[in-house]
């Protein structure tokens, strides 16, 4: 069965800091990745997946991921976050071939001016 | 298109009584999932159709808890018997094609049981 941690639960961060969100998961399996993300009183939408191929994944608004096979891990990161990207984050997991996607727990991240 | 949407946003219930939630997914889009969301937690997963075809309902959390997809195009949860516990943001998501695929998810139904 597949599992998802995700370390913090929050990071307060001031704007134009840069910040990187953690995301370890456990799989017998291979795996597809995913970052989504929900922004207050919104649907999660979104942000980047890694299928295969480059283990640096680009997403919108200027977050990446890299994918660490060894470490079972695929940490999000922006270089400079801004007031907006305040949310909540949520790293997934699905096995390839299958149906179903496992999400964590979820990192509320709150830019501070 | 205007995406995932569900009906109603807030449902307040007493214990006991059942509830009926829709979603009605993009419209091309044959996959159709229900989450469960609890405060402080991620989705978790409670029930998937292909199509019309429930193909898996085992984490649906009782059997007070159905689902339907009637020709494949909008989808209802039913919750029997409701108990406080069920309170929760019930999410719904759509995609075309399987697990590497995007979901769109919906803003959810946010259930108080009282």
Known sequence: ?113 | DTGVSQDPRHKITKRGQNVTFRCDPISEHNRLYWYRQTLGQGPEFLTYFQNEAQLEKSRLLSDRFSAERPKGSFSTLEIQRTEQGDSAMYLCASSLGGADTEAFFGQGTRLTVV
Do not use: M
């Open chain 1, 1 to 113: 069965a597949q599992s998802v941690t995700q370390l913090d639960s929050q990071v307060p961060v001031f704007e134009e800091a840069p910040v990187e969100l953690r995301c370890n998961y456990s799989s017998s399996v291979s795996v597809y990745l995913f970052w989504y993300v929900q922004y207050p009183n919104q649907g999660l939408q979104l942000l980047l997946k890694y299928l295969s191929g480059s283990t640096l994944v680009k997403g919108i608004n200027g977050f990446e991921a890299e994918f660490n096979k060894s470490q079972t891990s695929f940490h999000l990161r922006k270089p400079s976050v801004h007031i907006s990207d305040t949310a909540e984050y949520f790293c997934a997991v699905s096995e390839t071939g299958g149906f179903k996607t496992i999400f964590g727990a979820g990192t509320r991240l709150f830019v501070k001016a």
